[in-house]
């Protein structure tokens, strides 16, 4: 089992930055990769950003291609999201999610099988 925890949510300006934290636990975490998701009121969860635990490789949606950034610390057990460029749009719930890793890139919400409880960025204009 698996556990996720996200921190680091919080109200900033456009054009602002905030850097979000997942702490994860349990498993064999070598062999999971972790993804970011958002969801906004009314809105479908949809995918930000994934990074594979055992070799780092990154993927990104488009409309964050750029300005966020994906990275993880080994020792540390915790995946982290640079948010740069925020703009009113980007303002959602943030979840970090984790699934066995594969070859390719998974970015539908079905595709995670643990999931943390969400952290709450809101970008002001």
């Known amino acids: 089992q698996v556990q996720l925890v996200e921190s680091g949510g919080g109200l900033v300006q456009a054009g602002g930055s905030l850097s979000l934290s997942c702490a994860a636990s349990g498993g064999t975490l070598s062999s999971y990769e972790m993804g970011w998701f958002r969801q906004a009121p009314g809105k479908e969860r949809e995918f930000v950003a994934a990074?594979?635990?055992?070799?780092?490789?990154?993927y990104y949606a488009d409309s964050v291609k750029g300005r966020f950034t994906i990275s993880k610390d080994d020792a540390k057990n915790t995946v982290f999201l640079q948010m740069s460029s925020l703009q009113p749009e980007d303002t959602a719930a943030y979840y970090c999610?984790?699934?066995?890793?594969?070859?390719?890139?998974?970015?539908?919400?079905?595709?995670?099988?643990?999931w943390g409880q969400g952290t709450q960025v809101t970008v002001s204009s």
């Open positions: 999610a984790a699934r066995r890793n594969s070859y390719f890139f998974h970015t539908m919400p079905s595709a995670y099988e643990f």
């Open positions: 990074v594979k635990w055992s070799d780092s490789n990154t």
